[in-house]
């Protein structure tokens, strides 16, 4: 009884003096997580929303307001517009393709690494460098190499036979430039999907691969029916974080090939880069960023049924 | 080199057939090795290498034929803002970190260890704003930082890069401080400490390593920007290194590609290195605990 009303006191202090008030955990905890969700509200809700509203206004660099309401007008002259039609193939055709290869070096990179053999770890901090390399650094380097005259690569294709006659002008020629921007997201990505794959791989207990295996499941069967299915939730979130880089990235085009030849090698990003900030057309500039999301929701949507499938 | 490295480990007479696994398997990983390292070994040798070397094919490129030259590393020192590009650098990077750390630790605990209306939804809307690209947010923020009077100033990243660090370290101080035993409190608390009192006093202490590894990733996710240094900045002496580094050492066509790829591997493989050390908990931060 005495200890009943000692508590039902202390309850009532605790509303009294701001110190005890912060001893509520439903309190301390909204005060704690203030300061966060204040600044991505500040600096991630609200260039959303402005994104939002910049897409169908006319807003210029030069202008200080916001710019009028126009409507679709923006969305509708990018679907007129070539150079936008190229950078939306371009986009979902360049990203394609590096996953394709990403999944394929970086599964067969993963069970390199799974081995652990002596030395592994010097091999995993050369193969690491492309991922973790700050990735402006690495595009101009690859810039370099696919340089019209001295270029490296063509060196090294010339004298392994691989390229005869004369050398390709990788950056000159559209499907060429094309390519080279798939091969540095390739280069970039790789490790990345390796060491998550890696990190899903040591998670399987090594018992659940013996009964694969004693069940006869050979080393194909075993990946798809049985690693692949328990590491679902991991290669979901790597898929996705990768997928978000390669769909939005607009360094490597932008140091690479600047969009050439002749405007065929434009992304969306490097696209909305060039009309918002180099033409100032902020407006144009936020429509075409603004495309991305359908395209992010659609791919996120994809990426989590094939799982999903795989699962069951 | 790489089947010199396995051979004492070899058992002796069981089986050809480990040894030819293990000769596969440092096979591919020296292919890899070479895929992966030859665009930063041509960085190291072209910052060492005498232009006349530099342009000339006829002989081995990839290795020195003439006497290596430290012009390059000059010309970046002497002749152009690297080194005030570098000092920017670690004041943005300093700043943010402070940021970060003032921001995600106190929230990282809160989603960690405290139940309160809307953590749930909280922790779904923070993992969200990773999927917010840089790409949708950097020409809103152009109209943002100017109006905050930042444009084209040091300030401006370091306002906008905790926008991608916030989340990022949030996530991964949760997961640190769900590692901690949570009779630490409890204990302190018993003692006559608050909760309050508890978590400077017991906590933190044991957070040290968390918070250096938030840090570390703090400064390594902004060195991997380029679209917002390359959006908010243009004066000269207000870039940071990687942006100083790929647009001050081009002029018209002009590359200069010894001078270049001396600041691209001095600005980039430490922060490479550095990162790759720290690179489990970053695979740990962005799965979320899916993997144990």
């Not at chain 1, 370099?144 to 690569?153: G, L, N």
Request: some cysteine; proline content about 5%; glycine content about 8%.
């Amino acid at each position: 009884m005495a200890g009943a009303v000692t508590i039902a006191a202390r309850r009532a202090r605790q509303w009294r003096s701001l110190p005890d008030l912060l001893e509520r955990q439903s309190v301390l905890g909204v005060v704690l997580v203030s300061g966060a969700i204040l600044y991505m509200l500040a600096l991630v809700g609200y260039p959303f929303a402005l994104a939002l509203y910049l897409s169908v206004s006319d807003a210029n660099v030069a202008t200080s307001g916001l710019g009028n309401f126009v409507g679709f007008d923006n969305f509708v002259s990018l679907f007129q517009s070539s150079v936008f039609l190229t950078a939306l193939r371009n986009t979902l055709f360049f990203t394609l393709i590096a996953a394709v290869f990403k999944s394929f070096l970086g599964t067969t990179l993963a069970f390199l690494l799974a081995e652990n053999l002596p030395g592994t770890r010097v091999f995993r901090l050369i193969i690491l460098l492309p991922w973790t390399i700050p990735i402006a650094l690495s595009s101009i380097t690859w810039k370099w190499m696919f340089d019209s005259q001295y270029s490296i690569i063509n060196w090294i294709g010339t004298h392994l036979g691989i390229i005869h006659g004369n050398p390709p002008i990788w950056l000159g020629d559209p499907n060429l430039a094309a390519a080279s921007i798939i091969i540095v997201n390739i280069w970039r990505g790789f490790p990345f999907a390796a060491i998550i794959l890696l990190a899903g791989l040591t998670s399987i207990p090594q018992d659940i691969l013996d009964a694969a295996k004693m069940d006869g499941a050979n080393g194909l069967v075993r990946f798809r029916k049985v690693i692949v299915p328990m590491i679902a939730p991991v290669l979901f979130i790597g898929g996705l974080y990768d997928l978000v880089f390669s769909l939005t990235d607009m360094t490597v085009v932008n140091l690479l090939t600047n969009g050439g030849p002749a405007n065929t090698t434009h992304v969306l990003a490097s696209y909305a880069f060039l009309v918002g900030v180099q033409s100032g057309a902020l407006g144009r500039g936020a429509a075409i960023a603004v495309l991305l999301l359908p395209i992010l929701l659609i791919v996120i949507i994809l990426v989590l049924r094939s799982l999903k499938r795989r699962e069951i | 080199m790489a089947t010199v490295a396995a051979a004492p480990h070899l058992p002796q007479p069981r089986s050809t057939r480990l040894l030819r696994k293990r000769i596969l398997v440092y096979s591919g990983l020296t292919l890899y090795a070479v895929l992966a390292g030859l665009p930063v070994y041509w960085m190291l040798i072209t910052t060492f290498k005498a232009d006349r070397d530099l342009y000339n094919l006829q002989n081995f490129p990839l290795w020195f034929n003439q006497a290596a030259t430290l012009d390059h590393l000059n010309l970046l020192f002497n002749k152009t803002g690297f080194t005030g590009w570098l000092v920017n650098t670690l004041i943005v990077a300093v700043a943010v970190v402070a940021i970060t750390l003032v921001v995600a630790v106190p929230a990282g605990y809160a989603m960690a260890r405290l139940r309160f209306p809307g953590a749930e939804t909280l922790s779904i809307g923070i993992f969200l704003t990773y999927l917010v690209p840089t790409t949708l947010l950097f020409l809103p923020l152009v109209k943002v930082i100017a109006s905050v009077g930042l444009f084209d100033k040091l300030g401006s990243l370091i306002i906008a890069y905790p926008t991608f660090t916030i989340p990022f370290c949030t996530w991964l101080m949760a997961g640190f401080f769900r590692t901690l035993p949570q009779e630490i409190e409890e204990a302190a608390m018993v003692d006559g400490c608050s909760r309050i009192g508890a978590i400077p006093r017991v906590v933190l202490p044991l957070s040290i390593a968390g918070m250096l590894t938030v840090a570390i990733f703090a400064f390594t996710l902004s060195m991997q920007d380029f679209i917002y240094a390359l959006s908010f900045v243009s004066s000269s002496d207000q870039k940071v290194v990687t942006i100083g580094v790929v647009t001050e050492l081009i002029r018209g066509d002009v590359f200069f590609w010894g001078s270049l790829m001396a600041g691209a591997l001095l600005a980039g493989v430490p922060v490479a290195i550095l990162y790759s050390f720290f690179l489990d908990y970053f695979v740990k931060g962005i799965t979320g605990g899916a993997v144990k």
